[in-house]
């Protein structure tokens, strides 16, 4: 099946600093990829939708300029938390599909990433 | 706007119980339902799904019926593993866009 992979897995910063996180689709060109914010005991929130080679789109109250988001090649996109503070602290989650599987609805999951904000 | 409600967890089982975790939906149109599964450690990944009324997913012994009258997706399994532990999630999908419920976590004992 299609691979989806989230680097790193886990990630400790101190407060103003920024954060990258990578999420490579491994076995497949993937068109288009989301990238989820997920609380405890909540589900995920879509916080934006990225096509390659094009603008994210961002969910209503999500900042852009905090949360960067580049969708350079079919099998990468990154997400960078931009002066990180305490309630950034959070697991995030991509998702990438395919032009055949996105009509489908049918997304492929990276593992996550808990980032923790000191 | 479109959501998924399913049922709080944990749920705590036995080997070889019973299993149903209630999902239902609002959309506005005529959405796919997605059954997503997350082990520990894990990503998500998905279990089962169906994209019209009446169709049944099924994958891995688990279940699911799209009930349109009742907007419902209940997830069954007739005998539950311990290797079934993991946390699921509901899901819908309405022109591309997947909606999740909050996941229900599953916890079976030997």
């Known amino acids: 099946g299609a691979v989806v992979s989230q680097h790193p897995s886990w990630v400790i910063c101190k407060s103003g600093t920024s954060v990258k996180i990578e999420c490579r689709s491994l076995?497949?060109?993937?068109?288009?990829m989301f990238w989820y914010r997920q609380f405890p005991k909540q589900s995920l929130m879509l916080m934006a939708t990225?096509?390659?080679?094009?603008?994210?789109?961002?969910e209503q109250g999500v900042e852009k300029d905090k949360f960067l988001i580049n969708h350079a090649s079919l099998t990468l996109s990154t997400l960078t938390v931009t002066s990180a503070h305490p309630e950034d602290s959070s697991f995030y989650i991509c998702?990438?599909?395919?032009?055949?599987?996105?009509?489908?609805?049918?997304?492929?999951f990276g593992e996550g990433s808990r980032l923790t904000v000191l | 706007g479109d959501s998924v409600t399913q049922m709080e967890g944990p749920v705590t089982l036995s080997e070889e119980a019973f299993l149903t975790i209630n999902c239902t939906y609002t959309?506005?149109?005529?959405?796919?339902l997605f059954w997503y599964v997350q082990y520990p450690g894990e990503g998500l990944q998905l279990l089962l799904k169906?994209?019209?009324?009446?169709d049944k997913g099924s994958n891995k012994g688990f279940e699911a019926t799209y009930r349109k009258e009742t907007t419902s997706f209940h997830l069954e399994k007739g005998s539950v593993q311990v290797s079934d532990s993991a946390v699921y999630f509901c899901?819908?999908?309405?022109?591309?866009?997947?909606?999740f419920g909050k996941g229900t976590m599953l916890l079976v004992s030997p």
């Open positions: 998702s990438a599909a395919t032009l055949g599987t996105l009509g489908a609805g049918e997304l492929f």
């Open positions: 076995d497949f060109q993937a068109t288009t």
């Open positions: 990225s096509n390659e080679g094009s603008k994210a789109t961002y």
């Open positions: 959309a506005t149109g005529y959405p796919s």
């Open positions: 169906a994209t019209k009324a009446d």
């Open positions: 899901a819908l999908s309405d022109l591309g866009t997947l909606t």
